[in-house]
């Protein structure tokens, strides 16, 4: 997504971009490796 945001902006299609991160760097490395321990299984998967 960031990089379609510097897209749009980089061409002029807007004056003005903010973005609002929601976790830090640290905190969605965290989350990515506590992601690989989930045992979710789509509806329908075997």
Known sequence: ???VGIAITGGGALSKFETTPLL???ET???LRRAQKVAYRPP???
Do not use: I, R
């Open 24 to 26: 830090t760097v640290e």
């Open 44 to 46: 329908g998967a075997k």
């Open 1 to 3: 997504m960031a990089a």
């Open 29 to 31: 490395l965290d989350a």
